[in-house]
């Protein structure tokens, strides 16, 4: 499990928690997550496909990436 903190001048406006639920057969893995926004008290789920060793930086901008088109 991870989480993220995205704050503004220490306020907190979002929030994620993250966590690997299973490895794939195209060697990805996938990740469901939890996006919340402080502001609007928004929440929404869902799930990317991220390869680990890229790290979590691809992880987290593929979140935010899914997060900005269900908008």
């Keep these: 499990m991870f989480t ?3 704050r503004i001048n220490g306020a907190m406006i979002a929030h994620i928690y ?3 639920i299973a490895p ?3 060697g ?4 469901e997550y ?3 926004e402080a502001e609007t008290r928004k929440v929404q789920n869902g ?3 991220h390869l680990r060793e890229a790290g979590i930086v691809p992880l987290v901008s593929s979140i935010l990436n899914d997060v900005s088109h269900d908008n």
């Design 18 to 20: 993250g966590r690997n």
């Design 34 to 36: 939890e996006y919340y």
């Design 28 to 31: 990805k893995t996938r990740y």
């Design 4 to 6: 993220v903190e995205i």
């Design 24 to 26: 794939l057969p195209n």
């Design 47 to 49: 799930s990317v496909e």
